[in-house]
């Protein structure tokens, strides 16, 4: 279970800012509904933005060596995320597959979805997203090949704009030996089921 965010204190012109938010959307800040709205919202956006607060490289730093010689590919499938877009502050949802090729060191799995998770709880262009969490892996973990493939909706394209519902756009970042060799970006690839 995920706790509660913790009850922050809002600062007096972030809350005006929401208000301003609500005129601007054709609503009445003072009506009864909407009275801790800005608040709410302003909680939500320190928490949608946490990572932020966070070196995601951090989550790296706990590595096990005794995995009994294991130098395959170590895969972490569809981890599910949210992110929002810097165009339009708009949810991104999607999922990310995260592989590595072990040099020597192996990290805890879940790791891989904390550093995935630290990076997208910011405002974010999908392609960024995709390098920051592939060079993060290939520069702490030092293994022989990194593969990330992001898959993902875009609120900004389905709810409004161009307004497409059921487009997924793909970002993927290969490096290393997935890079190199045809065959390893293909069994990953595989793995991965593209
Ligand atoms: N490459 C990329 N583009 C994105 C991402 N998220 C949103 N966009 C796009 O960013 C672009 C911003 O375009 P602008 O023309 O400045 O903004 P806009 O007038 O709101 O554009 P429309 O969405 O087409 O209405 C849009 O085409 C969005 O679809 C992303 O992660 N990567
Ligand atoms: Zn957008």
């Given at each position: 279970m995920v706790a509660p965010a913790p009850k922050i204190p809002v600062?007096?012109?972030v809350?005006?800012?929401v ?18 709205t800005p608040k709410r919202v302003a909680r939500a956006w320190r928490e949608y933005c946490q990572g932020y607060g966070e ?26 995320f949210q992110s929002h877009?810097?165009?339009?502050m708009?949810p991104i949802i ?23 998770h630290g990076?997208a709880r910011r405002l974010q ?70």
């Open positions: 600062p007096d012109d809350a005006d800012a208000r301003t938010l609500l005129r601007w959307a054709g609503d009445d800040p003072s009506r009864e509904g909407l009275i801790d070196d995601p490289a951090h989550h790296l730093s706990r590595v096990f060596e005794e995995v009994g010689g294991y130098d395959e590919i170590v895969l972490l499938k569809d981890i599910p877009c810097e165009h339009h708009a999607g999922k990310a597959s995260i592989a590595y090729l072990p040099e020597n060191l192996v990290v805890g799995i879940s790791k891989l979805a904390r550093v995935l990076f262009v999908q392609e960024r997203l995709t390098a920051q969490v592939a060079d993060c892996i290939w520069e702490h973990l030092k293994p022989r090949g990194v593969a990330v493939v992001i898959e993902a909706s875009h609120a900004c394209m389905t709810a409004r704009g161009v307004r497409t519902p059921g487009v997924g756009m793909v970002t993927s970042r290969m490096m290393g030996t997935f890079r190199e060799d045809e065959r390893s970006r293909k069994e990953v690839l595989a793995l991965m089921g593209y």
